[in-house]
Each structure stands twice: as structure tokens, then as C-alpha cells.
T-cell receptor, first 113, second 114 residues
Framework: GNSVTQMEGPVTLSEEAFLTINCTYTATGYPSLFWYVQYPGEGLQLLLKATKADDKGSNKGFEATYRKETTSFHLEKGSVQVSDSAVYFCALNKNQAGTALIFGKGTTLSVSS | DAGVIQSPRHEVTEMGQEVTLRCKPISGHNSLFWYRQTMMRGLELLIYFNNNVPIDDSGMPEDRFSAKMPNASFSTLKIQPSEPRDSAVYFC????????????FGPGTRLTVT
């Protein structure tokens, strides 16, 4: 079945640093790819998505490009803020038929001022 | 609009007791998902419903777990009997039928079984 692997954290950065969180996937067919974010004490929320190869999802300064050749969907941000401190989850659809998602283990980002 | 509502937010119970977690999805959403989050296993899908019908329950750990969705605005996840290894944060999420992967999560229920 489909699966996703993301880099282990925690990732600790200073404010305004560049962020990359790696995510690779294994899937049959052409999955849709997602990044979700979980702020402390809250549920997950969708950050961005890409539904086909070479698509770039973007939101709140974060970007990720669907790379079919490397089966990757790395999350990037040019200048992080303290408010970006959260846990980030890479996800893809479980299979072609259903609507369930498979999430990675999550990567904790901590940004200090 | 109110988001996904879950209750209780925290539950502490003794091993062997029955636990019922409740969820009210966003009005108009057709799909509802139950997840469990632990440090060891991350975020796991337990079961999901489309239009109140269970579609995939392959993630339900064992017969001690059961989920129902009697109507479009309410779902329950029951654990009976509970065990310490069930301790986790349980999330409910909902989505629209035409945007199934854009899931809106509730704040979660933190369950502790002693």
C-alpha cells in the first residue's frame, strides 16, 4: 500500500532561517500529496496540497513541489518565524478508491527568536 | 462556523472501564474520520464514514473498539474494555464529499487509561 516517510525531528532554527523538511513517498498510481500542520494543543490543519506531478502547493510562505521522478514532496520556507513552531505532517491518499489519508510520523519544528 | 467538536477533551479512566468519545462534524461535511495519535505510532486512521456509512475500518485495533455514526451530525468511538495501551489522543476529522482530502480536525480527546 501507499506509504510516506518524512525526516525525523526535531528541527531547531533561528528566526528568519531557511526551512526544509524532507518527505518521500511510495505509491501505486498517482497520489495526491499534502502537508498538514499541528500547532500545540490543536488538531491538524491542511497547509498545502499538490494533486499531480510538478504541481507546486503554497500557503503562508510555505511551498512544496510534487516530484514524481524522486517521489518527493519536500516542504520549504524561506524565512521562518517563531509562530511557525509546530509539528508538520506529510500525507498522501491511502489508495485510489477511497478518501482516507496516510500520514507520516510528523516533524517537530522549533523556531527561536 | 463552528469547527469539528469533540468531547470530552480529557478522559482519565481505569483499565476495564468503557470509554465513549464523541464527535460532531462540520455541518454539511459528508465524510468523518477517527484517528489515534501516539508518540510511538504517530497518527493512525482507525475508521472513516461516508454519508454515515462505515467505509474502511481496517485500522480499528481489535474488537474492543467500535464506532457508530447514527446521523450526519454525530459519531461515537467506544472502547470496551479499555486498556492502558489505549492511552492516546483521539482525533475526529470531517471533509466535504468533493474535497475528501481537505480534512478539518477537531481539538482531540486525550485519553489516559490507568
Amino acid at each position: 500500500g501507499n506509504s510516506v516517510t518524512q525526516m525525523e525531528g526535531p528541527v531547531t532554527l533561528s528566526e528568519e532561517a531557511f526551512l526544509t523538511i524532507n518527505c518521500t513517498y511510495t505509491a501505486t498510481g498517482y497520489p495526491s500529496l499534502f502537508w498538514y500542520v499541528q500547532y500545540p494543543g490543536e488538531g491538524l490543519q491542511l497547509l498545502l496540497k499538490a494533486t499531480k506531478a510538478d504541481d507546486k502547493g503554497s500557503n503562508k510562505g510555505f511551498e512544496a513541489t510534487y516530484r514524481k521522478e524522486t517521489t518527493s514532496f519536500h516542504l520549504e520556507k524561506g524565512s521562518v518565524q517563531v509562530s511557525d513552531s509546530a509539528v508538520y505532517f506529510c500525507a498522501l491518499n491511502k489508495n485510489q478508491a477511497g478518501t482516507a489519508l496516510i500520514f507520516g510520523k510528523g516533524t517537530t519544528l522549533s523556531v527561536s527568536s | 462556523d463552528a469547527g469539528v467538536i469533540q468531547s470530552p477533551r480529557h478522559e482519565v479512566t481505569e483499565m476495564g472501564q468503557e470509554v465513549t468519545l464523541r464527535c460532531k462534524p462540520i455541518s454539511g461535511h459528508n465524510s468523518l474520520f477517527w484517528y489515534r495519535q501516539t508518540m510511538m505510532r504517530g497518527l493512525e486512521l482507525l475508521i472513516y464514514f461516508n454519508n454515515n456509512v462505515p467505509i474502511d475500518d481496517s485500522g480499528m485495533p481489535e474488537d474492543r473498539f467500535s464506532a457508530k455514526m447514527p446521523n450526519a451530525s454525530f459519531s461515537t468511538l467506544k472502547i470496551q474494555p479499555s486498556e492502558p495501551r489505549d492511552s492516546a489522543v483521539y482525533f475526529c476529522a470531517s471533509s466535504l464529499e468533493d474535497r475528501p482530502y481537505e480534512q478539518y480536525f477537531g481539538p482531540g480527546t486525550r485519553l489516559t487509561v490507568t
